[in-house]
């Protein structure tokens, strides 16, 4: 998958709208929009941010890796901890 449709399918898993996305990021919504369209590509910068925005590896919206990875960046014990748990209970209910 190339980064524009990696862009806006996240953007829309996450509920948010070109604007929004445009005004978390400081570019306009036209930018948005020419990264999703493939039209251009944002900076490395902007791949870092929305890594960031949408807790995913740069790596990801790059395509170097195929899967979706969860930065744990800023949460704390308690909070790693929940996620863990939480992932450990879905996979027993897929019987994994």
Known sequence: MAIADKIKELRQRFGISQSQLSRRLGVTRSSVN??????????TQYIVDMARIFHV????????????????????????????????????????
Request: hydrophobic share 35%; aromatic share 8%; with cysteine.
């Open 57 to 96: 590896s740069t790596d990801y919206l790059l395509g170097v890796e195929c899967e979706p990875s969860l930065s744990l960046l800023g949460l704390d014990q308690q909070e790693v901890k929940l996620l863990y748990d939480l992932l450990d209970y879905m996979q027993r209910g897929r019987g994994e």
């Open 34 to 43: 020419a990264w999703e369209m493939g039209i251009s590509t944002p900076t």
